[in-house]
């Protein structure tokens, strides 16, 4: 390409796939690449380099979002491969594909209801556009862009729509597959090469329990100041680049955004100046030429909308607001503060590192989590063909209805707190609960990461310690903190927000008069004991709104549907390849089933025993929060309805089909590995559900190397219970 010099790494990696492309045995190849590596240089040379020795050939260049991505990407070709020729799918739809085109095509215009890519028009439409050029003598190369946001059925139905001769798949977060050839750039390589930073700083310069009036007035104060840093140690060593600050909101935060408008507006950052911008998916201003190191934009306000493939090497600064997001969201979004302006460092320990504000005290475990998650291999397959025909009954939520109560919920709320930790005056309340865990401090508190993470994309992502801060409670600036810890309790329970809130002000309020009364809290304390013990709340309200209930055999119609169940035609499981026992499960209703998948111990112990026992025939693994998968429908204590997925679905010798769910069992001690609080309503769903349908049934659960199963008439935790029988006796 002209004018570019490709770093070492990058070298090797279009060496690489111009190998594996032109001589490798294995159709799909995988990249991953950290953000900020250059992969659309790489690709781009790749192509050019491929079809100097290679006419009759098309790329296709697939990629996620709302569009712009694939603009982008064919702009980028347009400007550095002047003599190649780029299409997008109009032109593709008007003209055809001719030899040696790369297309670039948005995936999400193809695949998505409603569109008129697909459409038989007057025009020839896309299925016979590829046909055309196939007869032609031309073969096709799929790259997947973003191939984390790609994994959808109707996605790889497009990518074979092409029946390419390769697939190139490209990520910074794509998970190993042994069925492909794997290309991996190190991260260090890449921050060695000077393209990204040598070093993140997480919430430098925060005092340990320090003591604030306004959290995110704060935050921002430390970025101005940070950035303010930034620019005077740019000026002076003649560098000339205008650092940007980005400011990522949660998804819900309207009133957010006007707070921060008018505390930036306060520091002289506004639109009318230019210095502060905003993109949103419906609003975008001051972003024009945003990406020039020296536009004059100093702030940026987003939430997800340039998540995907955004480039602007002068964004620094990262403060992200509370409420965890998507964990790929997470790793992607630092990357975007992580670029160095000019692809070099500059031995300048202010420049060379880029820099976290956060208070969310999930947000490095989240990432840790994700982080994990590379460790396994990822494996797609295909159901057996005996298989394909085999059908159950499922059942989905009929989301149109909500039967709840709101009274009676917050009697169930109150009748449980009594109880369980056995209350007595609202006044007397506070020493019971505290003891039992409860936090009564009148500041909000909040224990947060500080430390310095090298590579991100390993395991050991932070050398950190947590340092908490206090927050002195305003009713108004916390107004909206608070309202954040009762929806996410309230999501949690199947609530909303407008129920949950007054049942929360009856039994913890003071100056709302209410004969049931928990506490009796000042306002202030009120949202410090709100805010401060959400995660307890949460839990001990499910636990009181989930109470088991009677499931009747005909729930009303209002509550669900029901629906054909097939096994689905082809899933991807994760692995672990390095396990020194991996094997293939016979019995499994898929081909090629690794043992090895990860599972939970007591599923592993039952996939074991099924491959092993002369009564088993097939088995199936179910998977979750997808109607695609097997699911029932079951009532709570306040008729709220909720989804279950049952683990598995197991055909016998005898021609009888069992649905089975697993839970942990027993310790040596004899103490419940179970965790799952709803178990009895899902075990009374599961029974109602097999009675109608002619199915056997049963919960398993695990003590040592043995397996018992309870498919009795109400469920018993402790396994000493008669209603709990070793397997062997039925499968």
Partial sequence: MVGIKLKEFQEKCVQELLEQTIFGDKKEILIQAPTGSGKTIILLEYIDRFFIENKKNVFIWLTPGSGELEEQSQNKMNELLSNRTTKNLTDILNNGFEEQDTAFINWENVTKKGNTALKELEKSNLYERVEEAKKDGIKFIVIVDEEHRNKTEKAENITELFSPEKIIRVSATTKRNDEAYNIKIEEMDVINSGLITKSLYINQGIENNIVLNDEVEYLLKLAINKRREIRN????NGIEYNPLVIIQLPSMSEDLIEKIERFLGSEGFTYE?????IWLADRKENIENISNNKSEQCFLIMKQAISTGWDCPRAKVLVKIRENMHEDFEIQTLGRIRRMPEAKHYENEVLDNCYLYTFDDEYTESVKHELGRHASNVKSLFVKDEYRSFKLYKEVKNTDADNFAPRDAFYAIYEFFTQKYKLTSPEENIQILEKEGYNFNQNITNDIVQGNAVEINKKNFIK???????????TYKNGLDLRHSINVIASKIGMIYQYLSPILQRLFLANIEFDQKVLKLSKKEFYAFIINNERKLEYDILDAVIQ?????????KEHKKTLEFYFPERVTVKYNKKDSNLSEMKKNVYYGYPSSTLKSQSEAKFERYCEESDKI????????SSQEFLSIVYLDKMNKAWTFYPDYVVGDTAGNIWILETKGGEDTYGHSKNIDIKVENKYQALKVYAEKYNLKWGFIRDIDDLIFISNSNAYVDDMKDKSWTNIKYYL
């Fill in 233 to 236: 140690n740019c000026t002076a």
């Fill in 548 to 556: 088991k209930r009677e499931q009747r055999v005909k729930l009303q």
């Fill in 464 to 474: 950190s310690e947590k340092i908490r801060i206090q927050s002195t409670v305003d």
């Fill in 617 to 624: 025939k097939f088995w199936y693994k179910n998977g979750e």
């Fill in 273 to 277: 100046n230019k210095l502060l911008a």
